[in-house]
Every structure is written in structure tokens, then in C-alpha cells.
């Protein structure tokens, strides 16, 4: 894909899954796949689950080229290879340099795919996504070799193209795994979910998050645990929130609660016209992320009498203790939490100017603080 077309199963500014050289944190789920494929009976499709950033991708890309470098258990009698305990492929292997460089034609990348007619972005992956896979199982079946196909995500996949999927789980190509990456299964078809073997994948504590931040590749700036701390220890949340000064905007609005009940108004000001500006789409989004963040925060530092237990700003702790003293101003912030939420959305859906809709979030925050 060119450089200059959006990949969307890739962080802006980070390197692509397929690049990644290790998965940190994940072991449970890179045992569970190697004792399936030890085996001898490894399942024709995986549904890789867990909340969004926490190397679902990675895995799958790692698995892929495992399969396609890797003899079969017991494959070639007595000079067959050793028993193998890891899915590290060396990155000198052919199949590996194959990948890196996109060229692998036994592995189908399918992620969302650019509308010939508006040159843009689909916002789904389509039934024509899809079905371009049976051109590729006939085309990749001559040889006789394993087949892999990576679905990023399926969550993304309109009607037409999970029914078009759930044809090809019901019957299986041969020799042929399907990778499924889903942030939200729940929403796939109860019937794709039945025909897929799952590994499931977890957030990352704050010694795993540095150990992954120190391998991404990125120039990560703030505190690793504060960083774990918002991303709900997604690696590539933390990444997202390092890139675009998550850390500084959340700090800039624990300084701005703090003002509270009387709250500082050019504080406020500037801080919406900063998310206004223009080109400034995806902070104005990020922005309103922290600010449900902190607000669930909130709420349960009332509801619970204790704030969280690791700081994600300076001085968080203290705000939030007083201005969510009791359960009952606990509860008052998270029923707040749900309007401001779905006007924000709202909001951003008809095009509301941002730096006024910022502004009367901010303002509605103030007017339910504690006086």
C-alpha cells in the first residue's frame, strides 16, 4: 500500500503489526495457539479478541508467518525438526523477508479498502473485500501449501461481507486458517463466532506497557504507568495518547477541574479553541475521550471513597477527591458522564462548532461540581 493512502490496521506514526518483532504480555495466548497446533488438529479459523490495542494484530501477523515457515508437526518422518515452543520466525527466514516487503502470496491482508468512485477511505470492509478472497484460495492452492488470511478488524465488515465470511467458515478451504481480529465480538454473527476457535488477549500491566512502548519504534514521551494507566493498558492506546499529547491534554484538564466550583474560564476557553483548530479532527475526538475518562473516574472515586490507584496527571488524586466527596456526587458525575457523552456525540455528527461545543462541555462539567 502506498505511503501516502491510509492504512487502517496501522497507527499513524507507529510501525505496521506485520513489523512488529515481539508481543509482550500475551503468552497465555501464544501457548494456547502452539499447543493447538502441536496437535496435529489446528482449527481452520481464530477469532482474535480483546479490547483495541493490546497486539491482536501483532499476534496474528506472528501466527501467519509461523504457519507459513513452520513444518507440520511430525512433517518429513525422521529428519523432521525438533519440536518448536515459540512463534519467533527468524527475520532472515524467507517467508518472514517475504512479508515484511508485502510479497508473501500465501497470506490475504483484508482490512477496509479504498471506494474506486470517491477515492476514499470505505468506512466498511465490503461483500467485494470478501469475495476477492476466493480468487486468492484459487489462485494460492496449486502448491498444495498453507493458506493464511488476516481480517482487520471483522467488527468492520458490513452485512453483506460477514455473511460472504460466514460461507467461507461453514466450508473451509483446504489447508486454509483464517485470522479474525475483533475489538467487539459480540457484535459478529453468533454463527461466525460458533465456527472460530478464540484466543483471547489482555490489557498490559505498567512493567509489560514500558517493555512494549521500548520496542515500538516511537519516541514515547510521559510516564509509561500514567500512559498504561489511560490507555486501560493498551499498548497501542498508549501509543495514540503518547503521539497526540494525551498525557499534556489530560493534565490541562485535571488542572482545569481543580479550579473548580469556579472555573477558569480562558483556561477553559483556550483549551477548546486548541481542540477547534483547524485539521485538528482527531484531538478534538481524543479530547473527548479523556474527558469521559475522567468523568468515569470521577464517578467512581465517589462511588468507591478512594481515588485510582495510580495517578494519570499530577494532583489527580486529590482532585478527585474533592470534587467527588460522597457516593451521591459519584452518582451525579456518572449520570453527567451519559449526557455530556451523547451530546458530545451528537455534536461531532452534525458538525457543531467545535470550540462552542467543547466550551458548554467544560461549563455543564462546572455547574454539577460540589459547592
Known amino acids: ?10 497507527i499513524a506514526g507507529a510501525r505496521h503489526p506485520r513489523d512488529t518483532p515481539q508481543l509482550i504480555g500475551q503468552d497465555r495466548a501464544q501457548a494456547s495457539f502452539l499447543d493447538a497446533w502441536q496437535s496435529g488438529k489446528l482449527h481452520h479459523a481464530w477469532l482474535l479478541s480483546g479490547p483495541r490495542g493490546v497486539g491482536k494484530a501483532t499476534l496474528a501477523w506472528r501466527i501467519a508467518r509461523f504457519l507459513l515457515a513452520t513444518p507440520d508437526p511430525g512433517e518429513g518422518g525422521m529428519f523432521a525438526p525438533p519440536p518448536v515452543d515459540t512463534l519467533d520466525v527468524s527475520v532472515d527466514h524467507p517467508v518472514a523477508r517475504r512479508i515484511a516487503a508485502g510479497g508473501e502470496g500465501a497470506l490475504k491482508s483484508v482490512t477496509r479498502s479504498i471506494n474506486p468512485d470517491t477515492k476514499r477511505m470505505r468506512k466498511q470492509i465490503v461483500v467485494d473485500d470478501i469475495r476477492a478472497l476466493n480468487g ?21 465488515m458490513n452485512p453483506n461481507a460477514a455473511n460472504a465470511l460466514l460461507k467461507m467458515l461453514e466450508e473451509p478451504p483446504e489447508r486454509a486458517t483464517l485470522l479474525l481480529i475483533s475489538h467487539q465480538p459480540s457484535a459478529l454473527l453468533p454463527t461466525i463466532r460458533s465456527r472460530c476457535r478464540t484466543l483471547r488477549l489482555s490489557t498490559l500491566d505498567a512493567d509489560a506497557m514500558s517493555k512494549a512502548l521500548a520496542l515500538s519504534e516511537v519516541d514515547v514521551t510521559g510516564d509509561p504507568a500514567a500512559l498504561a494507566e489511560l ?47 483547524r485539521g485538528a479532527e482527531e484531538k478534538l475526538t481524543l479530547l473527548f475521550t479523556l474527558i469521559n475518562l475522567m468523568m468515569a473516574r470521577l464517578a467512581r472515586t465517589g462511588a468507591t471513597g478512594v481515588p485510582p490507584a495510580q495517578n494519570a496527571a499530577p494532583h489527580e488524586a486529590e482532585v478527585l477527591l474533592r470534587l467527588a466527596p460522597t457516593a451521591h456526587q459519584g452518582r451525579i458525575w456518572a449520570d453527567l458522564a451519559q449526557e455530556i457523552s451523547a451530546r458530545a456525540a451528537h455534536g461531532l455528527a452534525v458538525n457543531l462548532d467545535p470550540a462552542a461545543l467543547v466550551l458548554d462541555t467544560l461549563l455543564k462539567i462546572g455547574d454539577h461540581a460540589p459547592r
Open 1 to 10: 500500500m502506498s505511503d501516502d493512502i491510509p492504512q487502517p490496521d496501522r
Open 136 to 156: 486468492f484460495f484459487q489462485m494460492s492452492a496449486a502448491d498444495g501449501g498453507r493458506r493464511v488470511v488476516i481480517i482487520d478488524d471483522a467488527d468492520e
Open 231 to 277: 490507555s486501560g493498558g493498551s499498548v497501542g492506546g498508549a501509543l495514540r495518547l503518547s503521539l497526540m499529547g494525551g498525557l499534556q491534554i489530560y493534565a490541562e484538564l485535571i488542572t482545569l477541574m481543580s479550579s473548580l466550583p469556579r472555573m477558569d474560564r480562558p483556561r477553559a476557553l483556550a483549551l477548546a479553541e486548541a481542540a477547534a483548530q
